[in-house]
């Protein structure tokens, strides 16, 4: 693969915001950045941004499906690949397929799933995985099925982990072991996260200590925030180093709580997630199963048939950085580490993923500077989209 050199960009970075700028990819790295007026160098393959926002390739740590795929449908080998080729329409480069509360035999053979997608990577890049479930609280199961809820166990994660890596789990601290867990997720290399969880901040405590830094869909599924127990929600709030994801549809936290977040939490402690289900990429009145419970898409919403709990999204990442910047009105320079470097400084990548910057890969989303739409997608600098 020769040079590429990607012209006429606003180049958007963490810290930075350079208009009229170029990138120099070189074997699947950027190998410089080019001010406005700096000489450029002379390279066969070039494409010209147009002026178009050039942000690095999104990173999503929390999404389930695409397409009428779901990353646990385990007779489909394809899903995986059909959910990684969306993911890329939408500028995400890397991600971790997340799993629901479902049987370890399910859960086995997602695992075998993906670890086949991983052979090749042709589309977005799988990272690793993200069990969400089962080691939840069965009463904030949310849209998971309490029928496959169980206790926090490191073995059934290790077993899975053998065929491909792990590296996140969502569970409830609060349960028996809870804090043994999040000492063992670290130990190997997993990055343990509060959700679907009941605890009070004294039930938290434990785990934070061992070493808990991540909250799944801050603010869903978690306890509330209230004057004499201020809960999950309130532990987000009073810890900075919690790494908080946020799903920012406007669907799932009202446009005043993506403002207060943005507020009071440190923006390298937040990140966007989408936990996009199936239903996501496909038109309203789309009905299916999730973990065996019914679940309906109407205005964009996906609910369960039966007591009309969300279910989870229908958000494009692409979108939910739209919509920080038009709701939370802070420096697109700011906002976009939300989107990947957190993400990257968390899964131990930090120092090759989420930036536009000289040694970093080459992952690149090419947004339309007005509706952030995608105009084109570069993975390890080869153009995909
Ligand atoms: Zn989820």
Redesign the pocket.
């Known amino acids: 693969m020769g040079d590429l050199l990607v012209k006429n960009a606003r180049v958007v970075s963490p810290g930075v915001d350079m208009r009229k700028a170029a990138v120099l990819v070189r074997k699947g790295k950027v190998s410089a950045v080019y001010a406005n007026g700096d000489e450029l160098p002379s390279v066969k393959d070039v494409y010209d941004a147009k002026g178009a926002l050039a942000v690095p390739g999104f990173i999503d740590v929390?999404l389930?499906g695409a397409c009428g795929y779901d990353v646990c449908d385990e007779d489909s080998p394809e899903a995986i690949e059909a959910i990684a080729k969306a993911k890329l329409e939408e500028g995400c480069t890397s991600f971790l397929p997340?799993t629901?509360t479902v049987s370890h035999e399910t859960l086995v053979k997602a695992a075998r799933n993906v670890a086949r997608y991983r052979r090749n990577q042709r589309y977005a890049k799988v990272i690793g995985i993200h069990l969400?479930g089962p080691f939840i609280n069965p009463a904030c199961c949310g849209a998971q099925n309490p029928g496959f809820v169980r206790k926090p166990d490191m073995g059934e994660v290790l077993s899975l982990n053998r065929i491909s890596p792990v590296k996140m789990v969502t569970f409830a601290p609060e349960r028996e072991g809870g804090a043994e867990f999040a000492a063992l997720c670290i130990k190997n290399g997993i990055v343990p996260s509060c959700g679907h969880t009941g605890a009070t901040l004294a039930e938290f405590s434990p785990a934070y200590a061992k070493g808990l830094r991540h909250m799944?869909?801050f603010c869903n599924q978690m306890t509330k925030l209230h004057h004499r127990e201020i809960g999950m929600v309130g532990a987000g709030f009073l810890i900075d180093d919690l790494n908080t994801e946020v799903i920012c549809d406007k669907i799932h936290l009202c446009e005043d709580m993506l403002r207060l977040v943005f507020k009071k939490r440190p923006l390298e402690h937040i990140q966007l997630i989408t936990?996009s289900l199936r239903c996501s990429h496909l038109p309203d009145g789309y009905a299916f199963e999730m973990g065996g419970l019914k679940v309906m898409l109407k205005n964009g919403e996906a609910r369960l048939v039966e007591g009309g709990n969300l279910a989870?999204s229908t958000l494009w990442i692409n979108k939910g950085l739209k919509n920080i910047v038009d709701v939370v009105k802070l420096p697109l320079k700011d906002v976009v580490r939300v989107s990947s470097w957190n993400q990257a400084i968390e899964l131990g990548l930090g120092k090759t993923l989420g930036r536009i910057a000289k040694g970093y890969t080459a992952d690149i989303a090419v947004l339309d500077p007005k509706t952030f739409d995608v105009k084109a997608v570069f993975v390890n600098g080869e153009r995909r989209i």
């Open positions: 929390h389930h997340t629901l969400e799944t869909h936990d989870g």
